[in-house]
């Protein structure tokens, strides 16, 4: 089951809409939304621990899936108008989960995630990216 994660990510949007002028609206054209296709790496870049495919709506919400160390992940999040990305992974079969958080820069989303790891290892943590698909 994705609820925690779910949970998470209307607590979050929940909170952000309660600051006070803060208020849910639509990205402007442009800003991000559509479909995009990444991959996640170590810190240099020399290794690929995954890839994944997400969609941006137009009001900011990212929903994708993909493989992360050989697991099947769930992705969920929120781009802001600002460009800026927060969101969580979810492991389908041991609801095991992460975080990760980006910026958009021009037509690719780019930060870091960190990822629980079965039995007690330490986290999986590197960076991501992600190509606007046309």
Request: net charge negative; glycine share 16%.
């Amino acid at each position: 089951m994705r609820v925690p994660a779910l949970l998470s990510l209307l607590a979050l949007m929940l909170l952000a809409s309660s600051c006070p002028g803060s208020e849910f609206v639509p990205l402007p054209p442009g800003s991000g939304q559509g479909d995009y296709v990444g991959r996640f790496t170590n810190d240099d870049e020399s290794e690929i621990f995954g890839e994944f495919e997400l969609t941006v709506d137009e009001n900011g919400a990212v929903d994708g899936d993909g493989l992360l160390n050989g697991r099947q992940i769930d992705i969920e999040g929120i781009l802001s108008g600002s460009g800026e990305l927060t969101g969580f992974l979810t492991d389908r079969l041991t609801q095991l989960g992460g975080t990760f958080d980006g910026n958009l820069v021009s037509n690719t989303i780019i930060g870091d995630f960190r990822m629980q790891q079965l039995g007690g290892d330490a986290d999986l943590e590197g960076l991501w990216d992600a190509a606007l698909q046309q």
